[in-house]
């Protein structure tokens, strides 16, 4: 079966080379997204391994100056790796270029090192930074979105197992266009939901790449509210996995149906999941339109990381939404 497998790849290899993200070089046949030279300098930061780490403290010092005499639990952090020298093509190709595929794959990777750390062992809630509907309309996907799913997936799968019977109900939900892979997840029961319904970006920002610190706190301030009620296609959707469940006695997803209010209220640990960490101000900007509604820890995992101090950043990365 693998040799078989191994054909096709070689033969789509054949048809559709692929390239390494960072080299550009022709990738092998087991090599997946990067040639296995640049795979092994991927500058990781390990900070899932530190339950403080700089960009734990750089976030926190962001809460800090807005928090006021209100105490809540310190806000984990973790970044996969730093946007650093020509391994900034990775979030770009995310972000720019469509590169879907590398999205999940490191959005995997994220999640599976945050199932590591014992400070994220309790997260139920993923929360990706949304876009304002336009925008996502003209990019056609949400890559905050792209890498919460695989994450949450990531989180939810491991030390847990889903009923073998799953697979041909999941496949009939996705042949209808009303279940993705991703879903999969609700349907292994209680774990790590990703849920985009709970936050809405309700006025379209400039984009962040020219801003100073100041203006890019004020560009994204208030940009951020939680929806009353779900949109429709989030209700269908969920209605679908529902039947599933419920066809299959699967214990159900226990923040299902609840309002965005009553599922934010419900939750324990909340992780806010964005392509890139440079100031700190979109993700705060989210923070401060959830924590109204919720006492939960509220935790933050990007893909990459740009080096700096609170005060601070080192180099100008593009970090428009
Ligand atoms: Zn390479």
Redesign the pocket.
């Known amino acids: 079966m693998e040799r078989l497998q191994d054909y096709f790849r070689a033969l789509a290899d054949l048809l559709f080379p692929r390239a ?6 022709r ?1 092998g046949i087991h090599e997946r997204h ?6 092994a300098d991927v500058p990781y930061t390990h900070f899932w391994r530190q339950s403080h780490n700089p960009m734990a403290d750089r976030f926190n010092a962001v809460l800090e100056r807005h928090r006021g005499t209100e105490r809540m639990a310190y806000a984990y952090a973790a970044a996969l790796m730093y946007y650093k020298g020509p391994y900034r093509s990775i979030p770009r190709a995310l972000k720019y270029h469509g590169d879907l595929s590398a999205g999940q794959f490191y959005g995997a990777l994220l999640g599976r090192r945050l199932a590591s750390a014992p400070h994220f062992a309790d997260v139920d809630l993923v929360i990706p930074v949304p876009l304002h509907w336009s925008r996502r309309w003209s990019r056609g996907y949400n890559q905050a979105e792209v890498l919460a799913r695989a994450l949450a997936e990531a989180l939810s799968s491991t030390g847990r197992s889903s009923p073998p019977s799953v697979g041909g109900l999941v496949a009939a939900g996705r042949a209808a266009g009303l279940v993705s892979a991703h879903d999969t997840g609700l349907l292994s029961g209680p774990g790590t939901v990703c849920r985009t319904d709970l936050l809405v970006r309700a006025r379209r920002t400039r984009t962040q790449t020219r801003l100073s610190v100041e203006e890019k706190a004020r560009n994204v301030a208030s940009a951020f509210r939680v929806p009353e009620r779900s949109g429709t296609m989030d209700r269908l959707r969920r209605w679908a996995i529902r039947v599933i469940g419920n066809m299959l006695h699967i214990p159900r997803d226990p923040f299902d149906w609840e309002s965005p209010c009553t599922v934010l209220s419900s939750a324990r640990h909340i992780v806010l999941v964005d392509d890139t960490f440079t100031t700190g101000a979109t993700l705060y900007a989210c923070y401060a339109a959830l924590r109204p509604y919720t006492s939960a820890r509220i935790s933050i995992a990007t893909l990459a990381v740009v080096e700096g101090t609170p005060s601070g950043i080192e180099g100008s990365p593009s970090t428009g939404p």
């Open positions: 390494c993200l960072v080299c550009g070089s990738l990067l040639c296995l030279s640049c795979a």
